[in-house]
């Protein structure tokens, strides 16, 4: 059975452990509602926001690289279209990134 240690994730006041120090054991929460990931099962939420946060890092990347291939051989209004659109989704990332960040603090997870 593969468990994360709830101390990972945790204050050490909400957790009861079947351990002492220095020995092997396994951690549990004592507020079994906080248990989201002591299984190994990530929340579904967070796992939607990183995909998210993927998706928009490779539209990001994807932009910034057809920019630079772009640059020097095509007409400056093209570049400038090419520049918003990398900017654009630069701000997507970073909004995604955010959101997990901040699912992250909300639900310990």
Not at 14 to 31: D, S, T, V
Not at 33 to 39: A, F, K, W
Not at 59 to 81: C, N
Request: hydrophobic share 35%; proline share 6%; charged share 30%.
């Amino acid at each position: 059975m593969n468990l994360t240690p709830a101390f990972r994730y945790f204050p050490p006041r909400l957790i009861g452990c079947e351990r002492r120090l220095g020995e092997i054991g396994a951690c549990y929460p004592k507020f079994p509602t906080l248990g989201i990931m002591l299984r190994g099962m990530a929340c579904e939420e967070k796992q939607r926001l990183v995909a998210e946060y993927e998706s928009s890092t490779k539209k990001f990347s994807d932009a910034v690289t057809e920019l630079q291939r772009k640059m020097g051989t095509s007409p400056k209004a093209d570049y400038d279209r090419l520049s918003l659109v990398a900017d654009e989704a630069r701000l997507k990332s970073e909004q995604a990134r955010l959101a997990v960040e901040q699912h992250v603090v909300a639900h310990h997870c």
